[in-house]
């Protein structure tokens, strides 16, 4: 996508090859991101979470076919391309820093709730639970 622009002055047939070679790449690469989701999501959620990626990516679809037709009006197409390729990496870059930020946290409180555990003091009967759920290790 940096260099598509690029191969705009190139024989007819030559830009027609590279566009759907490029264009097959990209397809390509696509399911990956519900399959991310799918695996990382809370699977009480999965649907509604696929759901929300699907509308949020035909949202960001057409808002960049408009913006990129409004930049390819004023600067020219040739250099539309370029500013289209790195705009989903760094928007990719910062989501998955989001991510890890995220899944840093939710393991911090994971270990936490692991250190805490339930177990019954030595004079709670094993056949009370009443008592043996109250006690808690801090």
Not at 45 to 59: I, N
Not at 112 to 127: E, F, G, H, L, M
Request: with cysteine.
């Amino acid at each position: 996508c940096l260099c598509i622009g690029l191969i705009t002055d190139l024989p007819f047939a030559l830009t027609v090859i590279t566009v759907i070679i490029w264009g097959l790449s990209v397809l390509m690469d696509s399911p990956n991101f519900p399959a991310i989701i799918s695996k990382n999501a809370d699977q009480e959620y999965v649907g509604t979470a696929l759901s929300v990626q699907l509308a949020s990516g035909y949202l960001m679809c057409s808002l960049g076919m408009l913006f990129m037709a409004m930049i390819g009006d004023g600067i020219g197409w040739r250099w539309t391309y370029p500013i289209m390729a790195s705009t989903p990496l760094l928007l990719g870059l910062g989501a998955m820093q989001i991510l890890q930020q995220l899944e840093d946290r939710d393991s911090e409180n994971r270990e936490k709730d692991d250190a805490r555990q339930i177990v019954p003091p030595a004079n709670v009967q094993p056949d009370d639970p009443v008592a043996q759920r109250n006690a808690v290790n801090p």
